[in-house]
């Protein structure tokens, strides 16, 4: 993981400790002054947002201490992986595009960031400048590109 995905996800659990935490437990307080929780919808709502809440913490608790980071020295050109920005031209269409592999905790679909993980990302890693891809997408659409660049990038090692 790059070091500024790892900080992102510092500053979400501290974010759910400290803000999170204290907007629900008011919620709940507000929620049971109303009285019969039987049929209090307020209540059960709140609960249920304190359950994702909770739930996401202990998620990024269990993760963060096994987070990898990446370094300059991980992160080669000569092959498509994470931390890199991959140029590919479209086989069928003759667009070009470029996308960012990174974690999947760091996908940013509009800045170009797509998970090792995903069907693109999978199909990218481990391939050359000039090699050939053929994916197919979950719709079902089968997208050909042949990678004409691979660069490293700045944020995956600041």
Do not use: C, W
């Not at 479209?90 to 592999?101: M, R, T, V």
């Amino acid at each position: 993981m790059s070091p500024s995905g790892l900080r992102a996800l510092e500053k979400e659990l501290d974010d759910l400790k400290t803000n999170r935490r204290k907007e629900i437990a008011e919620k709940i307080k507000v929620a049971l002054s109303y009285g019969d929780l039987s049929e209090n919808s307020e209540y059960d709502s709140a609960k249920n947002e304190q359950a994702i809440v909770e739930a996401r913490i202990a998620q990024l608790e269990k993760m963060l201490p096994l987070v990898k980071l990446l370094d300059e020295s991980d992160i080669t050109t000569d092959i498509a992986g994470i931390g890199r920005i991959i140029k590919v031209k479209d086989l069928d269409f003759g667009d070009e595009e470029q996308f960012i592999i990174v974690s999947s905790s760091e996908v940013d679909a509009e800045s170009g960031k797509i998970s090792d993980e995903s069907p693109v990302g999978r199909a990218l890693i481990g391939k050359k400048v000039g090699d050939q891809v053929e994916i197919t997408v979950p719709s079902g659409a089968v997208i050909r590109y042949e990678i004409t660049g691979i660069e490293m990038h700045k944020e995956s090692i600041n």
